[in-house]
C-alpha cells in the first residue's frame, strides 16, 4: 500500500441510493476527503440474488473504482458486505471496509440488557453476518433478526412514511414485540432514510444503530492508523458520482438526501462494467 496518497479519493459503493447515506456521514466527518461513489441502479436490489451475483458486480465495482485511483473501497451496501467482503480484500491490495463490523460494535456497546435487533435484507438476514460478527464480540449477547424485503424499493420510490410505509414496518418489527432489544442495527444503507418511523414503531427506548455514521468512524480511524488522511485544510473534498442506470432519478432522490446539490455525476454503460473482473 506504499503507493496510495493522502489526496487520492475514497471509493464508495452501494447497489443503489443507499449508500448515499454512508457519503453524508463520511462528509460530515471527513469534509476534506474527495469521495467517488457507485450505485448500481440498474442491478439494484442486491438483497434478492445469490451469492456468487453479488460477489460478482462487487469485484466489478471495485475494479471499476481502483481504476480512478481510490486509496481505500467502503462497501457501503449491507449485502455485499455480508458475502463479498473477504473475497475483495483478498483480491484488492488496498484497505476494504464494510458496514457489518462497525454496526455490530456499537450495537454491542449500547445493549445492556444483552438483546440485539437486526433487520437487513433477506441476503443479509441469510448470510449471518451480523449474528457472527456480534458473537465475536460478546458471545453472550442474543441476536433477533428480520428481513425487511420491501423497505429498499419503498425507499427507492420515496412513498409516504405514514402509509405503507408504516404498515410495512409494523408487520415486520411485530416479530421484536415480546422481547424489545436494547439496540436495534439498520442492516442496510438504505434504512436511515426511514429513521423516523423506525422509532416511533419500535419504541423510543430501543436504540437504533445507523451503520453509516459507524462505519465513516471506522473509514477514519483506518486512514489515520495508514497516514492517510488528507489533512489539506480550505476547500472541502470534491465529489463524483456514478450510476449503472436512471442517472436523472439518482440525482433527484440523491440531491434529497444529502441536502445539497450533485455536482459530477456520470453514467456507465453495463456493457463497461460487465467487462471488469
Avoid at 38 to 65: C, M, N, W
Avoid at 96 to 122: E, F, H, L, M, Y
Avoid at 163 to 180: D, I, M, R, T
Amino acid at each position: 500500500m506504499s503507493e496510495l496518497k493522502s489526496s487520492q479519493a475514497i471509493g464508495v459503493f452501494d447497489s443503489g441510493l443507499g449508500g448515499i447515506s454512508v457519503i453524508r456521514a463520511l462528509m460530515d466527518l471527513l469534509p476534506h476527503e474527495h469521495l467517488v461513489y457507485f450505485g448500481d441502479t440498474a442491478r439494484v436490489p442486491y438483497g434478492s440474488k445469490s451469492k456468487e451475483t453479488v460477489i460478482r458486480f462487487s469485484h466489478q465495482i471495485s475494479a471499476f473504482l481502483r481504476e480512478k485511483q481510490v486509496k481505500m473501497i467502503v462497501v457501503a451496501c449491507n449485502t455485499a458486505s455480508a458475502v463479498a467482503l473477504e473475497s475483495l480484500q483478498a483480491s484488492f491490495n488496498i484497505p476494504i471496509v464494510g458496514v457489518i463490523k462497525p454496526g455490530s460494535g456499537a450495537a454491542v456497546n449500547s445493549a445492556d440488557n444483552g438483546r440485539i435487533g437486526v433487520i437487513g435484507t433477506a441476503s443479509t438476514i441469510r448470510s449471518g453476518a451480523y449474528r457472527a460478527a456480534i458473537r465475536e464480540l460478546a458471545p453472550h449477547m442474543e441476536v433477533m433478526d428480520q428481513p425487511c424485503p420491501l423497505l429498499v424499493p419503498l425507499v427507492e420510490e420515496d412513498w409516504p412514511h405514514d402509509g405503507v410505509v408504516k404498515q410495512v414496518l409494523q408487520s415486520y418489527l411485530k416479530s421484536f414485540e415480546a422481547n424489545k432489544p436494547d439496540s436495534l442495527i439498520l442492516g442496510c444503507t438504505h434504512y436511515p432514510y426511514l429513521k423516523p418511523v423506525i422509532q416511533e414503531v419500535i419504541g423510543e427506548k430501543v436504540r437504533l444503530i445507523d451503520s453509516g455514521e459507524e462505519t465513516a468512524a471506522e473509514v477514519q480511524d483506518v486512514l489515520e492508523n495508514l497516514g492517510l488522511l488528507n489533512h489539506e485544510t480550505g476547500d472541502p473534498g470534491k465529489h463524483e458520482f456514478f450510476v449503472s442506470d436512471f442517472p436523472q432519478k439518482f440525482e433527484e432522490t440523491a440531491t434529497r438526501f444529502l441536502g445539497r446539490s450533485l455536482q459530477n455525476l456520470f453514467k456507465v454503460e453495463l456493457e463497461v462494467l460487465e467487462s471488469y473482473k
